[in-house]
């Protein structure tokens, strides 16, 4: 891992970046989460060192985060994700979070949020979720596995009951109310031909007004790689669309071309904090 300390010269810079902002949006994937203490499912490696009896499965991301998994082996396939849900319930936002709210809160525009994760951090760590965009749906929220027709659901209600050794859910599986059948998590899967995106949907449009307004938009990246890239891509997108500067902050792959902004190869939280004392004496 190409993991350095920021110099206070770099620190500087990406403090005067967003300092110049009227508007900030963090564009965050897996990493963000990190320093929170959550994994990070890196090659089928990660994943199996974090759910071991997937790895005696032989099954990589990509078999058991798709609807097939829930039709085949239901009780894994909640085994698997109702770890996760009560992972994330228990999980306290590294304090990151709060720094990045509070910067952008001070800017005439604000802040939002787009994040590929689906573990409801940001909403956690108090982002107003009326500008929050989760590209990939929320594991906070349930949909019908065969498309009954019955709206997304909030997950609360639903109590993860998982025996970690075997992987599995143990009980009554969650069950539709519209149809009786099983509900999935109201994710987008691989191969996921009936993801109900009704919420991505509105979120992309609020979304969508609020850049509209923004005149000097800064794109914090955090944590955001090149195997899945949708993160990626959108913050591409706003560069080339909207004019924007980045920051990007990624311990493996910081690369970023001096007229775009800068790069920074750590963690986030090293980069937040690195960058306080810089912030609070130019937002004074």
């Known amino acids: 891992m190409n993991t350095e300390t920021p110099s206070a010269d770099q620190l500087a810079e ?26 990070d499912f890196r090659g089928r490696e990660g994943l199996w060192r974090a759910y071991p009896a997937l790895g005696r499965a ?39 979070f709060a720094r990045l709210r509070a910067w952008g809160e001070r800017l005439p525009h604000g802040l939002a949020v787009f994040t590929s994760n689906v573990d409801g951090q940001f909403q ?23 498309g009954c027709g019955q709206a997304p659901l909030p997950a609360t209600g639903l109590q993860p009951d ?32 009936r993801w109900q995106s009704g919420r991505y949907d509105a979120q992309g449009e609020r979304l969508q007004r609020w850049l509209a307004g923004v005149q000097r938009l800064l794109v914090v990246e955090i944590g955001a790689g090149t195997a899945i890239p949708s993160v990626r891509h959108f913050g591409q997108w706003l560069l080339a669309h909207h004019g924007a500067q980045m920051l990007r902050i990624n311990p493996r792959e910081p690369a ?20 306080a004392p810089h912030l609070d004496e130019l937002l004074s």
């Open 162 to 193: 998982t025996d970690e050794n075997e992987g599995r859910w143990r009980g009554a599986l969650p069950q539709c109310p519209g149809c009786g059948g099983l509900l999935r998590p109201n994710l987008l899967m691989f191969g996921d031909a």
């Open 124 to 146: 956690r760590a108090g982002f107003d979720e009326v500008l929050i965009h989760e590209c990939h749906g929320s594991l906070h929220w349930l949909q019908c596995l065969r």
């Open 256 to 275: 970023l071309a001096a007229s775009l902004g800068l790069g920074l190869a750590c963690g986030a939280l090293t980069a937040l904090d690195g960058m």
């Open 58 to 96: 032989g099954l990589d991301f990509a078999a058991i985060a798709s609807p097939e998994a829930f039709a085949r082996d239901p009780h894994l396939a909640w085994g698997f994700y109702g770890h996760r849900l009560a992972l994330y319930r228990h999980t306290r936002p590294h304090a990151g």
């Open 14 to 39: 990406a403090a005067a970046l967003l300092a110049q902002a009227d508007g900030l949006i963090v564009t965050a994937g897996a990493g963000m989460g990190v320093d929170s203490g959550l994994p």
